[in-house]
Structure formats: structure tokens, C-alpha cells
């Protein structure tokens, strides 16, 4: 069964660091997403991606975020100058459309900011 | 998007079914409801969705109302890996597909 991976599992960064998550979506699916989850908190939408560009994105998706798909495969987050609160579980995921076909998701990135 | 009502927790006996309520009375005739289900840490995982008629796959079942201002979610045998926070969702049908999660339920599956 397709699925979406993420690399690496967990990253450890020195606060102020720039970290880039790496994420494979399954492979004919057009949208692609990043969502974050501090711990012991919700899930929270970060951005949505389609068509080469961002459609959409949340409040927390500020300048120190950015995403990228290199190229026909892979769809990463950069994060720049990391801090103390951006130590959560990152996960990626991808649907073939927009709002009424399913989302599936990676495993997940801890990144843990000391 | 419509927000959803849960309730926080539930417990079900292992080999029962279990019935997992939401209410989203604020839904509109173009949101669908979506059920995903988030094991420890684990990434969210996929479990049905639906409009307006009833919806079954192999994992559950997925009862909407008439008036669709509430649905269930039915796990027809649950066993101890269904223990998990189970999230109600409703999405706009063509927007950009981001899922608002809630503090869902959680599910304790018990022998």
C-alpha cells in the first residue's frame, strides 16, 4: 500500500539552527501538507501546497517557514533560526484532491530544539 | 470549516462495537465529515468519510444523520490497537484540504 515517508525520524538542533524535514507523498497525489504537534497538544494545520505553490497557510506559518518541492518526489520544510518552541512532531501528508478525497499521512519528524 | 463537538474519553470492552458520537450542527450542505484516528504519537490515520449517506469500508462505519448535524462512528469489533484519540473533521468539498483537528475522543479499548 502507497504511503507517505518522512525523513529523518527524529532531529536534534541547537536552537537557532536551520532544520529541513524531508517528506516522499504517495506518488500520483497533487496536494501536500505540513502539520505540527507540540507535544501533549493538537494536531495544527501549517500550510497546504499544490500546483508548485502555497495554498494556503496558518497563522503559525510565519517567515521562519518555508516549504519546497525540489523536485518530482520530494516536499520539505525549512525551518530557519529554530527555537526553544518549534520542539514538536512534524508530519507530512498528501491527498490526490483538494477537499473531498482523503489526506494520508507520514509517520512523523520529532525534532527536538536544545 | 464547521467545529465539532466530542466527547473527551470513552472506554469499550474488546470484541464490542464501539460508537463514537460527534456533533457538527453548524455543518454546510458542502462539508463532508471525516474520521481520523491518531495511535501514541503516531501519525493520523485515515478512517472514512462521508456527505450525506451512510458509509462503510473495512474499518468502520460512518451513521449521518438526516438533518446531518451529527454522525457516529462505528468500530463493529474493537480490539485493543483501536485504543487511540479518534478526531471528527468536517472539510469543505474543493478547498485547499487542510483538516482542522479538535481534542477528539479517546478511545480506551479494555479486555
Known amino acids: 500500500e502507497p504511503e507517505v515517508t518522512q525523513t529523518p525520524s527524529h532531529q536534534v538542533t541547537q536552537m537557532g539552527q536551520e532544520v529541513i524535514l524531508r517528506c516522499v507523498p504517495i506518488?500520483?497525489?497533487?496536494?501536500f501538507y505540513w502539520y505540527r504537534q507540540i507535544l501533549g497538544q493538537k494536531v495544527e494545520f501549517l500550510v497546504s501546497f499544490y500546483n508548485n505553490e502555497i495554498s494556503e497557510k496558518s497563522e503559525i506559518f510565519d517567515d521562519q517557514f518555508s516549504v519546497e518541492r525540489p523536485d518530482g518526489s520530494n516536499f520539505t520544510l525549512k525551518i530557519r533560526s529554530t527555537k526553544l518552541e518549534d520542539s514538536a512532531m512534524y508530519f507530512c501528508?498528501?491527498?490526490?484532491?483538494?477537499?473531498?478525497?482523503?489526506?494520508?499521512f507520514g509517520q512523523g519528524t520529532r525534532l527536538t530544539v536544545v | 470549516d464547521a467545529k465539532t463537538t466530542q466527547p473527551p474519553s470513552m472506554d469499550c470492552a474488546e470484541g464490542r462495537a464501539a460508537n463514537l458520537p460527534c456533533n457538527h450542527s453548524t455543518i454546510s450542505g458542502n462539508e463532508y465529515v471525516y474520521w481520523y484516528r491518531q495511535i501514541h504519537s503516531q501519525g493520523p490515520q485515515y478512517i472514512i468519510h462521508?456527505?450525506?449517506n451512510n458509509e462503510t469500508n473495512e474499518m468502520a462505519s460512518l451513521i449521518i444523520t438526516e438533518d446531518r448535524k451529527s454522525s457516529t462512528l462505528i468500530l463493529p469489533h474493537a480490539t485493543l490497537r483501536d485504543t487511540a484519540v479518534y478526531y471528527c473533521i468536517v472539510r469543505v468539498a474543493g478547498n485547499t484540504g487542510k483538516l482542522i483537528f479538535g481534542q477528539g475522543t479517546t478511545l480506551q479499548v479494555k479486555p
Open positions: 501528508a498528501s491527498s490526490e484532491a483538494g477537499g473531498n478525497t482523503e489526506a494520508f
Open positions: 506518488s500520483n497525489h497533487l496536494y
Open positions: 462521508g456527505l450525506k
